[in-house]
């Protein structure tokens, strides 16, 4: 059964610690994206690659980075430099013309 | 550059009345026109599309949306709300010009009362 899958649903972050956020799909689509949301402020895109080994800043990429290594996996880290990173984290896959497909999110706390 | 603006945050309608979420784009091109639900915690759900062919477009859960070229609308309508309608509800729009990235609206919530 196709699908994009995100781990974990909730994550807690120290001050000052890295953390990396997972995306694997099995739907083949080329294009990958990763968006944060926070409450009544809709979708921003952090970042997003169109093709393996290739990826793009969206408009919010300060203090995130990402790879895409294989086609499946496009894995988020917040890092240490992103200084308010408490938010729920869509990861979404994409087809030219046919919208996109999202995973279920992963929440990020900062204790 | 494209741009999507959905009217209202928020909208509160009573269980059984009729649900319309406005949405209106901006494209210098055809555009694909998109509409997804988010319930609480989770991610987002296509409910419809439009990307050529019939402008009256049906969707699950009883949604429909008509694409009105001559208004540069993708109004989302559904004739009888139900309690487990309320969620959000986000419009999008791509076309050429986006590579066919989605450009999103704010959302609006969508509030069901008894």
């Known amino acids: 059964d196709g699908g994009i899958t995100q781990s974990p649903k909730y994550l807690f972050r120290k001050e000052g610690q890295n953390v990396t956020l997972s995306c694997e799909q099995n739907l083949n689509h080329d294009a990958m994206y990763w968006y944060r949301q926070d409450p009544g402020q809709g979708l921003r895109l952090i970042y997003y690659s169109q093709i393996v080994n290739d990826f793009q800043k969206g408009d919010i990429a300060e203090g995130y980075s990402v790879s895409r290594e294989k086609k499946e996996s496009f894995p988020l880290t917040v890092t240490s430099a992103q200084k308010n990173p408490t938010a729920f984290y869509l990861c979404a896959t994409g087809r030219w013309g046919f919208g996109y497909t999202f995973g279920s999110g992963t929440r990020l706390t900062v204790v | 550059a494209q741009s999507v603006t959905q009217l209202g945050s928020h909208v509160s309608v009573s269980e059984g009345a009729l649900v319309l979420l406005r949405c209106n784009y901006s494209?210098?091109?055809?555009?694909?026109l998109f509409w997804y639900v988010q319930y609480p915690n989770q991610g987002l759900q296509l409910l419809l599309k439009?990307?050529?062919?019939a402008t009256l477009v049906k969707g699950i859960n009883g949604f429909e949306a008509e694409f009105k070229k001559s208004e540069t609308s993708f109004h989302l309508t559904k004739p009888s709300a139900h309690m487990s309608d309320a969620a959000e509800y986000f419009c999008?729009?791509?076309?050429?010009?986006?590579?066919?990235?989605?450009?999103w609206g704010a959302g609006t919530k969508l509030i069901i009362k008894p």
């Open positions: 999008a729009v791509s076309d050429m010009d986006s590579n066919y990235q989605l450009i």
């Open positions: 494209s210098s091109v055809p555009p694909y």
């Open positions: 439009y990307t050529t062919g």
